[in-house]
């Protein structure tokens, strides 16, 4: 009768050391979560929809609390009694803090995830607005308006995080153009319905109603909104396997099993020198200048006192003008997104062509010595909107080409593009306003010769465009490879 050998401890130990190898390289590809990614690359799924859903909606409030000041305008040099200079500084500081707040906001993004800068801008946008309604002084609305800027920051770096993690690629260019074109309806929040309730109430009820949507919103992003859709079922299984091993190796190995094996992390040290060294993300950074920051000037603070004082026009028209470039903009949105997925790295010629036929509109509209018609200026506003997506060409450049995990903190360098030339223009075309009619009686030619500072600004972002534009390699796009990484992690 033959009998089994007994094995000895060594061996005993080896084949438990050869078990857990084995459980702790499943545990570390968590096939749940590997199920949950495949199933997000081939299919929408319902709990993905509703969370890009929700982003954009915050994203949407977040536009319209940038652009409500724009068209309060009028309103706020006799609220605060002020000239073209310190007006333009409401827009530059707000302007510049979103935008300095870009890279920060992605950092944090790419460390806490998006769930909880929405969160956190949701709640910082509403406290600006609520300060800013009750606010009577000139210094008090200025730190308002930086809350508001600062609020923000975190709504469209978020967006842009959560799109790769709930959406298929495949959907990822026309989604991410969507969620742009969608969010620009916050334009038409701010234009008719917020400018109709400020004339119909008071400054302190129209901005107070502004500051509580955004405490909403805030709820509603902690309710709905999820980083990734494999971590519940990731901890799950995680859980399960802990539980398996236990029962079979006894309690002395759990600790060794317990933790999965965690991706290097890049510091933020790296981080910010992977991003500010990379060409793809300054190409982002030059595309959205050249697309949007003519856009950026006439929305945030100067269209409806170029459409009412200039023009001569209605508030009521001015409202619509905007109205209409926010409805181009969302229909062109989709066309754009299509243009991209086709033309890959030769998206700057997108960017570059439309943007040359708004500056041409824009040139044309100033271009008689007395003012133009009121067809002709809301057939500039529909021109404008509809080429404006194609700023948004930089994120997609920046998602496809740059690593995963240092995404956020690139597309936020990217966005800082149209926003600094809105900044430069607006605040240019204030100073210019301010030397050429020091009486604050503002007239056409005033504007015309002010808005000079428009082209000057895009001409800089076309040379930055073609400056860092995509060569034929691929080496360009500089993704970050495992064995950098690691490096990194070991710096750090």
């Known amino acids: 009768m033959s009998t089994q050998p007994e094995n000895t401890p060594g061996e005993n130990k080896a084949g438990v050391e050869k078990k857990t190898a ?28 509703i969370i890009w859903l929700t982003a954009v909606l915050l994203y949407t409030m977040a536009v319209t609390g940038r652009t409500s000041f724009g068209v309060a305008s009028v309103e706020a040099i006799e609220q605060y009694h002020i000239d073209a200079t310190r007006l333009a500084v409401f827009a530059s500081l707000q302007l510049g803090a979103y935008s300095l707040s870009q890279i920060p906001v992605g950092l944090m993004v790419d460390k806490f995830g998006p769930r909880k800068l929405l969160i956190a801008g949701a709640l910082v946008m509403g406290v600006g607005q609520v300060i800013l309604a009750f606010g009577s002084s000139y210094p008090v609305a200025l730190f308002a ?14 967006l842009m995080r959560l799109i790769p993690a709930w959406i298929p690629m495949r959907l990822a260019p026309m989604l991410s153009q969507l969620s742009g074109a969608l969010g620009q309806f916050g ?10 309730l400020l004339h119909a109430t008071s400054w302190t009820t129209a901005f107070f109603s502004l500051g509580a949507m955004g405490l909403l919103l805030a709820l509603m992003a902690a309710v709905l909104i999820q980083d990734s859709p494999a971590a519940k079922e990731t901890a799950k299984e995680i859980a399960r396997s802990d539980e398996d091993l236990g029962e079979e190796f006894g309690e002395e ?12 992390k890049l510091s933020l040290t790296h981080t910010l020198r992977e991003v500010l060294t990379n060409p793809t993300c300054w190409h982002g950074f030059f595309v959205h200048w050249t697309g949007l920051g003519t856009l950026v000037a006439f929305t945030m603070l100067w269209g409806v006192p170029i459409l009412t004082i ?40 997108a960017t570059v062509s439309g943007s040359s036929v708004t500056i041409a509109c824009w040139i044309l ?13 809301l057939a500039f506003a529909i021109v404008m909107g509809t080429m404006a997506p194609v700023s ?32 430069i223009i607006a605040q240019t075309t204030g100073l210019v306003l301010s030397w050429a ?8 030619a005033d504007f015309r010769l002010a808005t000079i500072a428009a082209v000057a600004v895009w001409i800089c972002g076309v040379i930055g465009i073609v400056a860092t534009r995509p060569r034929t390699s691929a080496r360009s796009a500089r993704p970050i490879s495992a064995l950098r990484r690691q490096k990194f992690s070991a710096a750090s």
């Open 145 to 158: 308006r930086v809350l508001v800027g600062m609020g923000d920051a975190t709504a469209f770096s978020s």
């Open 187 to 196: 334009q038409f929040l701010s234009a008719v319905p917020f400018l109709a």
């Open 22 to 49: 084995s459980h702790t390289t499943n545990v570390s590809t968590h096939p749940a979560k590997k199920a949950a990614q495949r199933a997000a690359q081939k299919a929408l799924s319902t709990r993905g929809l």
């Open 365 to 377: 509209l100033f271009l008689p010595v007395d003012p133009r018609g009121a067809a002709f200026g």
């Open 392 to 423: 948004n060409l930089a994120f997609d450049s920046v998602r496809e080409q740059v690593d995963r995990s240092i995404l956020a903190t690139g597309t936020g360098l990217a966005n800082m593009g149209g926003w600094t030339a809105g900044i």
């Open 253 to 264: 190995l759990s600790e060794e099993i317990r933790e999965p094996e965690q991706q290097p």
């Open 437 to 444: 009619a020091p009486d604050e009686d503002y007239a056409w």
């Open 310 to 349: 200039g023009m001569g026009q209605s508030s009521g028209y001015a409202g619509l003008a905007l109205t209409l470039a926010t409805v181009a903009t969302v229909l062109a949105g989709p066309f754009v997104g299509m243009l991209s997925s086709r033309m890959g790295r030769k998206r700057w010629i």
